[in-house]
């Protein structure tokens, strides 16, 4: 349980500096969603039910889906 | 008859108020004057000095009758009951901001994909579909019973209507979601003027708690996650369908 959260918790850690660090506009979306996920893993570990259904419904799902829409409607991959 | 409607809002706000300003009347609960509030009648205070240590009676699930919230979901008796302005100031803010995409980029025609949908996929999208929309209802009409509730609801609403505008290429979302969006909000600030009406205080419990685990319990709880459930539902669709339009030729 321990070693589970510790793993989980540094990979959360990587995947975000990733989100903020990466030259391509849609692996950050990618590692924002990646560090979502973990969050609602890591919630289900605190026993907190309520916060991981929203932010697997909202975080993972839904915010992924209007990132690379609007990254659709942009056209262009690349940051500036 | 807009304007008659419009009026009618007008004067219920300008009630609501002069009732809270007044600082006269009792019955209206005003606002007391200064160095006459009586601070044990304080909802802060009554939850601050409220005992949980002695003696509250065991709570059994499915069998304690007319308890204070009544919810099983203790957090949806806080986000909906305690705490329910809270939660129609962030539908409000929903509700802007899904306006506001709308205007920038809403209100072309239908968008064609350049891919190239598989019958298959067509045909078990739809069912897919129908189940996220059962799983979304269930989410936020057990609300009150399981994790969950009115966001996660909408938003898995959302997300089938999502999977149906990628895989068909000329859908578009009905225009009647616009209309259940406004008469949802409007049904919740209804309600939240019934409970100032019934028991003096804006957005109050004023239906019967009824047994803890039942599905018809919780007083207004259920009520108000299914009127939020919809609303964001039919609010996130539409934000999508928006997505989906064409762009204008500049």
Redesign the interface.
Known sequence: MNVISFIIGIVLVISAIVAIEAKKLITSVVMLSLSSLLAVVSFVLLKA??V???E???GA??TT??FL??LK?LGRGKSE | MKKVVAAIIAFLFFVMFVSILNSDSKSLMGIPKFGEVNLAERVSSRYISKSVSEDAGEIIYGETNNAESGSANMVTSIVVNYRSFDTLGEVTVLFIATTGVAILIGGGKRQRLAISVNPILKISARIIVALLLVFGVYVFTHGHLTPGGGFPGGTIIAASTLLMLVVEDDKRVSKLLKFLEGSMGFLYVVIGIAGLIITGSFLQNFLPTGTIGNLFSAGIAPVVYSIIGLKVGAELSGLLDDFFAEEEEK
């Open positions: 039910p309520d991981a259904i929203t697997a419904s909202v799902g839904f889906a209007i829409l609007t409607r």
